[in-house]
């Protein structure tokens, strides 16, 4: 089943959202219907780990972090050819003419990052165990939808029992990329026109390491 609470692809003043606390509220109210009582919530690392705390705190659910970077295109770093996430979540979105060399290398180097990401997360907090439960699967905001495909397939790799992928706001295409991923999406806002996750912030700092590991630290001992 795929439930959008406002499944159109409306006009909307931004921002939506003052800040990713604000945007977790009013995901977790769409998200209480769809819970499984032993679902555990996952925040993308890292701005979606704070949307994901405020998630996780509503609802009452443990809450952890999977690592995801992007795979970089050699000649323009700043064009994402996909994601990826320790493990099983790769997601390549377009080789864009690049050599199978190229892209192998490209991958090898965003898994790397993710590997190193993942292991400052969790240097003092084990990873939650997954399989057999509901993933409640959380970013702050989706264009392209690529970090939170492979998130979905790191998910499924680690044996969940089903994914839901949740954000407050995504464009229209990224959703309909997400529905052949994950056995539920979940989305406030769906956007026909919408630019960068960021325009629909009214604060939307960078969330640090350390704030990271904060959150997590204290939404693990829900």
Not at 94 to 111: K, N, V
């Amino acid at each position: 089943m795929q439930t959008c609470a406002r499944d159109h692809p409306g006009m909307y003043q931004r921002p939506l959202f003052r800040d990713r606390i604000d945007a977790g509220k009013i995901l977790a109210q769409a998200l209480v219907s769809e819970c499984e009582p032993d679902a555990v919530v996952i925040g993308l690392a890292r701005g979606g780990i704070e949307v994901a705390a405020e998630v996780a705190r509503a609802l009452d659910l443990p809450l952890d972090a999977v690592a995801v970077r992007k795979i970089r295109h050699p000649a323009q770093p700043e064009y994402a050819l996909g994601a990826v996430s320790p493990a099983d979540g790769v997601y390549l979105r377009s080789a864009d003419g690049l050599t199978d060399d190229e892209i192998a290398t490209a991958i090898a180097l965003a898994l790397d990052e993710a590997e190193q990401l993942d292991r400052r997360l969790h240097a003092d907090l084990l990873p939650l165990d997954v399989s057999g439960r509901q993933a409640i699967v959380v970013d702050d905001g989706l264009a392209t939808a690529a970090t939170m495909i492979a998130a979905v397939r790191w998910a499924r790799g680690r044996g969940a029992a089903q994914v839901v992928a949740a954000t407050p706001v995504a464009s229209t295409e990224g959703v309909a990329l997400l529905r052949n991923e994950a056995d539920r999406v979940v989305c406030p806002y769906k956007l026909a026109r919408f630019g960068a996750v960021g325009f629909w912030y009214h604060d939307f700092d960078q969330v640090s390491d350390e704030k990271a590991i904060r959150l997590l630290a204290h939404g693990s001992s829900t």
